[in-house]
Nanobody, 117 residues
Framework: QVQLVESGGGLVQAGGSLRLSCAAS????????MGWYRQAPGKQRELVAS??????TNYADSVKGRFTISRDNAKRVYLQMNSLKPEDTAVYYC????????????WGQGTQVTVSS
């Protein structure tokens, strides 16, 4: 029903930047929130940033001031990651939530972000 595809991951040195992109297709009219999750090795999946249909954003404390979530239309969402740290290393997932759901219901396949010292 909704398909999400991430891109933009890669290997970057500490202090560097990456920009992740998420392309959405399908019945995107049912979505009111999109977000970025990450899952580091041996860790639980964590919501790092979200953006609502009205443009409101939220960030995990660990990324505030460094990451920015944005969108340019209903089909594409971005995560600008600056001042990257080794602890940001994770698989990053684009996710989408419907207005009537309390959890994210659609997921991309993930893109690897590796931050080296």
């Amino acid at each position: 029903q909704v398909q999400l595809v991430e891109s933009g991951g890669g290997l970057v040195q500490a202090g560097g930047s990456l920009r992740l992109s998420c392309a959405a297709s399908g019945n995107i009219g049912s979505i009111n929130v999109m977000g970025w999750y990450r899952q580091a090795p041996g860790k639980q999946r964590e919501l790092v940033a979200s953006i609502t249909s009205s443009g409101s954003t939220n960030y995990a404390d660990s990324v505030k001031g460094r990451f920015t979530i944005s969108r340019d239309n209903a089909k594409r969402v971005y995560l600008q990651m600056n001042s990257l740290k080794p602890e940001d290393t994770a698989v990053y997932y684009c996710a989408a939530k419907r207005v009537w759901d309390t959890t994210y219901n659609y997921w991309g396949q993930g893109t690897q972000v590796t931050v080296s010292s």
